[in-house]
T-cell receptor
Framework: ETGVTQTPRHLVMGMTNKKSLKCEQHLGHNAMYWYKQSAKKPLELMFVYSLEERVENNSVPSRFSPECPNSSHLFLHLHTLQPEDSALYLC???????????FGPGTRLLVL | DAKTTQPPSMDCAEGRAANLPCNHSTISGNEYVYWYRQIHSQGPQYIIHGLKNNETNEMASLIITEDRKSSTLILPHATLRDTAVYYCIVRVGRNAGNMLTFGGGTRLMVKP
């Protein structure tokens, strides 16, 4: 247990569906992150939030829409995804941006 | 961030020390060496980090050469549960613009 939880753990969705991934951290951290890990590829940073404000967006397609309502919660809204978006989506948090990160267990997403 | 080079895979006998090398010859003076690991289908787990002194915690030891161009992560008594991909990352410690960049890592297989 790292203090970072993610739901759901597994998700199957069609290309026309809309779904959301949820991340919650119980560590009192100020920064939260979304990463994508595709099969046999390194982790890719998607979004970084610091105190609910987005500080980095690594050219992620608009079909991925993050939301950070408070410093403990982070969402990733998904719509009209493609099969190549199938991957493990990982959430992480750190005390401040750029410091040691603690990862959640991830959501394994399959887009059909 | 400085680039790191790690062997793609290593084997280790259970109960023996696992020594995982990392080259970071272009590291700059203010960059830390971080180690994370990722057990199959789980989120990455922070292990240890250091700047120039050797560090030890309950999980591992980190040995950094005097010129800081390479380091070794030591798991003193490897168990089967230490089988994972180990990532060596170098980055400035506290900078919102410098996030973790994961490379390919070393796949450590601990064998009975």
């Amino acid at each position: 247990e790292t203090g970072v939880t993610q739901t759901p753990r597994h998700l199957v969705m069609g290309m026309t569906n809309k779904k959301s991934l949820k991340c919650e951290q119980h560590l009192g951290h100020n920064a939260m992150y979304w990463y994508k890990q595709s099969a046999k590829k390194p982790l890719e940073l998607m979004f970084v939030y610091s105190l609910e404000e987005r500080v980095e967006n690594n050219s992620v397609p608009s079909r991925f829409s993050p939301e950070c309502p408070n410093s403990s919660h982070l969402f990733l809204h998904l719509h009209t995804l493609q099969p190549e978006d199938s991957a493990l989506y990982l959430c992480a948090s750190s005390q401040e941006p750029g410091e040691t990160q603690y990862f959640g267990p991830g959501t394994r997403l399959l887009v059909l | 961030d400085a680039k790191t080079t790690q062997p793609p895979s290593m084997d280790c006998a259970e109960g023996r020390a696992a020594n995982l090398p990392c080259n970071h010859s272009t590291i700059s003076g203010n960059e830390y060496v971080y180690w994370y690991r990722q057990i199959h289908s789980q989120g990455p787990q922070y292990i240890i980090h250091g700047l120039k002194n050797n560090e030890t915690n309950e999980m591992a030891s980190l040995i950094i050469t005097e010129d800081r161009k390479s380091s070794t992560l030591i798991l003193p008594h490897a168990t089967l549960r230490d089988t994972a991909v180990y990532y060596c990352i170098v980055r400035v410690g506290r900078n919102a613009g410098n996030m973790l960049t994961f490379g390919g890592g070393t796949r450590l297989m601990v064998k009975p």
